[in-house]
């Protein structure tokens, strides 16, 4: 990829292979993402309302390359395991063993829907298939909930490219506004907890 941009890179790679290009370029992504899902999408549609790519392959090529990429996340959980997670989460600033008891609590009783609807999440997308891994989802159950999460993902942005045509970027820009937004909840979120807990170990402190 060098001397060239990550988007030459992945036009390029669906100029050789085809559709199965666009694939190779998704499962990369989900691993370690040289380009967001939501530019090599529509640039997928863009491709396909040109000629270059068929439509419905594109769909489903992208779809295998996302559970392929999800699935290299979900082993890498199975390898950590609860052990070796629970001692990470354990070396992390004001994380307790309770968080983790929660976490799998939380887990156990909503993962088919955080794994279903992260797919449709800017980087969750990603990052729920570790959970998955760790707390050993069934792998069919992992797999078919992937698949459809992706697919209807991977086909709203598909489809947005090809309707747009050259104009495919426009999609990538309300994407990328919306990612910011899910992000700054995030860490609104994470800045609570952090103060919460802060406050609750300075109390404790004088307490004692």
Not at 97 to 112: I, K, L, P, V
Not at 124 to 129: E, K, Q
Not at 132 to 138: D, F, K, L, T
């Amino acid at each position: 990829m060098s001397g060239s941009s990550p988007e030459q890179w992945v036009t390029t790679l669906m100029d050789t292979l085809g559709a199965p290009g666009a694939g190779i370029a998704i499962a990369l992504e989900s691993v370690f993402p040289p380009l967001p899902s939501e530019a090599i999408l529509p640039l997928a549609g863009f491709a396909a309302s040109t000629g270059k790519l068929n439509l419905l392959a594109a769909v489903l090529w992208t779809t295998a390359g996302s559970v392929v990429g999800a699935l290299a996340l979900y082993w890498l959980g199975a390898w950590l395991g609860r052990d070796r997670t629970v001692a990470l989460a354990a070396k992390v600033p004001l994380v307790k063993a309770s968080d983790m008891e929660r976490a799998e609590d939380w887990f156990a009783r909503h993962g088919r829907k955080a794994v279903f609807f992260g797919r449709m999440v800017p980087v969750f997308r990603s990052l729920i298939s570790v959970p998955a891994g760790v707390e050993r989802m069934p792998l069919p159950v992992f797999v078919g909930l992937t698949a459809l999460g992706s697919a209807v993902w991977n086909t709203a942005f598909i489809m947005a490219g090809y309707a747009l045509g050259a104009n495919w970027k426009e999609v990538s820009g309300h994407v990328t506004t919306y990612s910011k937004v899910v992000l700054g909840v995030v860490l609104l979120a994470l800045v609570a907890l952090v103060t919460r807990r802060v406050i609750r170990s300075r109390h404790q402190r004088r307490r004692d």
